[in-house]
C-alpha cells in the first residue's frame, strides 16, 4: 500500500516556518503603506505556515486509503501487521491537527489585521508557538504513520479476479519448493521451518484461466489464540482468498513433524473453512518405502500402504514430489478445474482508491473541538 513520506514534527514545522518566512521577505519588498506593512508581513507569515502545514497533513489524509473500503483480506492484514485501531487513530489525530491549524490561521490573521501594528510581530510568534504545540502533539501518530509506511509497503498485491489456490501445511513440508515448481514465483526455500514469513503469489494461466497460486507461512496445529502474526497471515489468507486449498503433508516426516499432526492440522482447517482442499502427498522421493518399490520408477498408492488411514477418509490427494517436480503435470491439471467462489468482498481494487475526502475533510470537523487544550489522547 502505497503511504506518501511521512514527516516529523520537526520537519513539518520548519518547512512551514520557512515557507513563512520567504513569503514575509516577499512582503517587505512589495509596495505596502509603511503603516500596513508590519501587520501584512505577520499576517502572511502565519497565513503561509499554516497553509504548508495544513496541505501536507491533507496530503497525507488523502492518499492512504480509507481502510473500510478496502477489500477485506487488506483489512485483516493491515490489522495483524499494524493495527487498523491505531492507524484510525493516528489518521484522527492528523485531522486534529488540520482543524486546529485552520482555526489558529484565522484566529491569528485576524488578531494581526486588528492590532496595532507594533504588536503584530508578538502575536505571530504567540501563533508559531501555539501550531508548534499542536504539532508536536502529533508526534507519536505521525511516528507511528511512518512506521505503518515501512511495515505495508511489502502489502500483497492480490489480483481478486483469478481463481485462487492457497497452498497450506506445517513449516518444512515443502510449500514454497512447490510454488516455485508450478509458478513463475520464487520463494524462498530452505531446511528450517518458518521460512516463509508472509504470503508469497505466484500466477500461472491454464485453459485462457488466471490462476494466482498463494503459498502461506507454515501453520502448526494450535488454537488460532496463539498464533503469532506470521501464522495468522496464513489463516487471514484462507479465509478470504482461497477457492481451494491445496494441504501439503510431508510423508517424509523430515519437515520435523509427524504426520499425524499435519493431518489433524488438515481437518482442523477443513473444519473452519468450508472449501474445497485437495492433499498433496510430498517428498514421496525421500518417504520411506520399501527397497523393492524404491528402485521401480514410478510409485503407486501401494508403496503408502502407511498412510492408509488417512487415504480412506479423503477424496482428493495427489502424490508428488515438489523437490524433483513428480506429480507437478496432475497438480496442473487439477488447477483447471478449481472453481472461482463468488465473495461479496471481492471489490475492484480501483474503486477502493478514491481517497478518503470524505472522512478527513474539514467541513467534518467538530468545532468544539477546535482548541489545542481539549486534544485528548486519541
Ligand atoms: N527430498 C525432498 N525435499 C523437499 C521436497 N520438497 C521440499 N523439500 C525440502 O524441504 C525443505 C523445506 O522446503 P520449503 O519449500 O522451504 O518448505 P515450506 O513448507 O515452504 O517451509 P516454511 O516456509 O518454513 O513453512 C527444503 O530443504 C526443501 O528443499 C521434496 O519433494 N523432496
Ligand atoms: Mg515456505
Request: charged fraction near 30%; aromatic fraction near 8%.
Amino acid at each position: 500500500m502505497m503511504i506518501p513520506t511521512i514527516p516529523t514534527p520537526d520537519e513539518l514545522l520548519d518547512k512551514g516556518f520557512r515557507r513563512g518566512k520567504k513569503a514575509a521577505d516577499l512582503a517587505r519588498t512589495s509596495k505596502i503603506p509603511r503603516h500596513l506593512k508590519s501587520k501584512r508581513i505577520e499576517e502572511i507569515r502565519v497565513i503561509t505556515a499554516c497553509q504548508v502545514i495544513k496541505d501536507r497533513l491533507k496530503m497525507i489524509l488523502d492518499r492512504v486509503p480509507n481502510i473500510e473500503t478496502l477489500p477485506e483480506f487488506y483489512q485483516d492484514y493491515i490489522d495483524i501487521t499494524v493495527g487498523v485501531d491505531d492507524m484510525k487513530k493516528a489518521l484522527g489525530a492528523l485531522n486534529w491537527a488540520y482543524g486546529i491549524i485552520t482555526q489558529l490561521e484565522k484566529d491569528y490573521s485576524n488578531r494581526i489585521r486588528r492590532s496595532a501594528p507594533e504588536k503584530a510581530s508578538s502575536l505571530q510568534k504567540q501563533a508559531y508557538g501555539r501550531i508548534a504545540s499542536v504539532v508536536n502533539k502529533i508526534k507519536k501518530d505521525l511516528d507511528f504513520l511512518d512506521f505503518t509506511k515501512a511495515n505495508l509497503r511489502n502489502m500483497p498485491t492480490i489480483d481478486f479476479e483469478a481463481t485462487t489456490i492457497v497452498i497450506a501445511g506445517f513449516p518444512n513440508v515443502g510449500k514454497s519448493t512447490l510454488l516455485r515448481q508450478i509458478t513463475d514465483a520464487s520463494p524462498e526455500v530452505a531446511n528450517y521451518p518458518f521460512t516463509t514469513k508472509r504470503i508469497q503469489i505466484g500466477h500461472l494461466e491454464k485453459n485462457w484461466k488466471k490462476i494466482q497460486i498463494i503459498d502461506t507461512p507454515g501453520l502448526l496445529d494450535r488454537p488460532i489464540l496463539d498464533m503469532n502474526e506470521i501464522e495468522l497471515n496464513a489463516m487471514v489468507t484462507l479465509e478470504h482468498l482461497a477457492d481451494a486449498i491445496f494441504f501439503i503433508i510431508d510423508v517424509s516426516e523430515t519437515c520435523g513433524f509427524p504426520i499425524e499432526s499435519q493431518y489433524s492440522l488438515s481437518e482442523e482447517i477443513q473444519r473452519i473453512f468450508n472449501v474445497s482442499m485437495v492433499y498433496l502427498f510430498n517428498k514421496i522421493d525421500i518417504a520411506q518405502m520399501n527397497k523393492e518399490n524404491q528402485e521401480k520408477n514410478s510409485i503407486s498408492e501401494d508403496d503408502f500402504i502407511y498412510l492408509d488411514n488417512y487415504l480412506e477418509k479423503i477424496d482428493d490427494y495427489l502424490f508428488i514430489s515438489a523437490y524433483e517436480g513428480k506429480g507437478i503435470e496432475n497438480i496442473v491439471s487439477k488447477l483447471a478445474n478449481i472453481k472461482k467462489i463468488e465473495r461479496d468482498n471481492n471489490e475492484d481494487i480501483e474503486e477502493n482508491d478514491n481517497y478518503n475526502e470524505d472522512n478527513y475533510n474539514e467541513d467534518n470537523y467538530n468545532e468544539d473541538n477546535y482548541n489545542e487544550d481539549n486534544y485528548h489522547e486519541m
